[in-house]
């Protein structure tokens, strides 16, 4: 059965219940095209884009070529400015997008001191506005990302304050909510509570998407078992593999699960991307493409040296000599 996520005007159905999550400086359209070749059904987001920023002229790179994505998208935006959040989503959906994602979990200090990501747990009068004026000035769903509270004294109070938080975002108009099971506090650091996640999905009637330490297919299944949740996204495991979504995807759709490739297929991989990034921003995509390769090309004898030498690689064509060399010694 297809999740359904009710905007005020339009409806939005999803076939898969695993989702890319928005990655800053990662998800660009380049990797979002190679998680689709083994998820081709599965929501993907831009990396967030600051409302604020757009109006300027900036970030619209981030927003560019929407109309051309062979699968949902979602646009993520952050701000603490709800009129420029209602302006920046009216753009994205004439852009193209699938639904508007607000992001209410980015834990960046420079970001969440000036009250946008994160910031708006500490101002839920203020995140609820900028929901009711996003809902407001677009037809397409408008959603939350968002973390189960700013502190751990938040959370002593039990999972009660995460539950009253999505509560309010529900209450003010948003029509789906990622979870990621954390608080700001933590970052990134300790686990996931799922458990948390469970409890906030059963007080609400929107779709929930449980988000945290989800990096497998069996980890996919269980987190769906605690939380009940009606979806999982996927983030840090999917760095350097584009293919665990559609994995985690065949795995909730009693499928078989396609292989991990191979490491000369990721060599492969890592080439295609490097050629890509090229493409389309230059000699600047080598630097992009530096911390991608870092991840992809693993698995192989020597593969950590032959690293450090791909990451000291001046021009694209040094890096591009590299991985084809290596290529030929792993055949
Ligand atoms: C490099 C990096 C960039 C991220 N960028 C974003 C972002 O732009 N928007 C967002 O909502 N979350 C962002 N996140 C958070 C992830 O989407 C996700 O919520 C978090 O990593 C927890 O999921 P995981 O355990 O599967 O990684 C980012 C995380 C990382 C590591």
């Given at each position: 059965?297809?999740?359904k ?8 159905q999803?076939?898969c219940r ?9 998800s ?16 993907l ?15 619209r ?15 993520q ?20 997008a ?9 834990p960046?200090?420079k ?8 910031g ?11 929901v009711?004026k ?6 397409l769903?408008v959603t ?10 938040h ?6 304050a995460a539950?009253?938080?999505c ?5 003010a108009?948003?029509?789906?909510l ?15 509570d ?10 609400l009637?929107i ?7 989800v ?37 909730l ?9 191979a ?5 492969v991989?890592a ?20 911390k ?9 004898p020597?593969?950590s ?27």
């Amino acid at each position: 059965m297809p999740l359904k996520i009710q905007g005020r005007l339009l409806e939005r159905q999803l076939r898969c219940r695993a989702l890319q999550s928005p990655l800053a400086g990662v998800s660009d359209r380049i990797f979002r095209n190679l998680v689709r070749r083994w998820a081709p059904d599965a929501l993907l987001f831009t990396e967030m884009v600051n409302a604020t920023s757009l109006e300027l002229g900036h970030g619209r790179l981030k927003m560019d070529g929407l109309q051309e994505e062979t699968g949902p998208i979602g646009v993520q935006l952050f701000d603490h400015h709800p009129d420029a959040m209602a302006d920046a989503a009216r753009r994205a959906a004439d852009a193209g997008a699938f639904l508007i994602d607000i992001n209410m979990g980015c834990p960046v200090r420079k970001i969440a001191r000036k009250g946008g990501g994160s910031g708006l747990i500490r101002d839920p009068d203020l995140a609820c506005r900028i929901v009711e004026k996003v809902e407001a000035a677009v037809g397409l769903p408008v959603t939350v990302k968002t973390r189960l509270g700013w502190c751990s004294e938040h959370n002593a109070i039990g999972v009660e304050a995460a539950v009253n938080w999505c509560r309010r975002l529900e209450d003010a108009g948003a029509r789906m909510l990622t979870l990621h099971g954390r608080t700001r506090e933590q970052r990134f650091s300790g686990t996931a509570d799922w458990n948390a996640i469970a409890a906030v999905k059963a007080a609400l009637r929107i779709p929930v998407i449980a988000n945290g330490d989800v990096n497998s297919p069996e980890e996919a299944l269980r987190c769906l078992r605690i939380t009940g949740a009606d979806g999982v996204m996927v983030g840090r495991g999917s760095m350097g593999a584009p293919w665990l979504v559609g994995q985690i995807d065949a795995a909730l759709s009693g499928l078989p699960i396609p292989t991990t490739p191979a490491p000369l297929d990721r060599l492969v991989l890592a080439k295609e991307q490097l050629l890509a990034l090229i493409e389309a921003r230059g000699d600047h995509g080598l630097l992009i493409a530096r911390k991608h390769m870092s991840w992809t090309c693993t698995g192989f004898p020597g593969a950590s040296q032959f690293r450090q030498q791909l990451m000291r690689a001046p021009t694209p064509a040094a890096a591009l000599d590299l991985l084809d060399q290596q290529m030929q010694r792993i055949q």
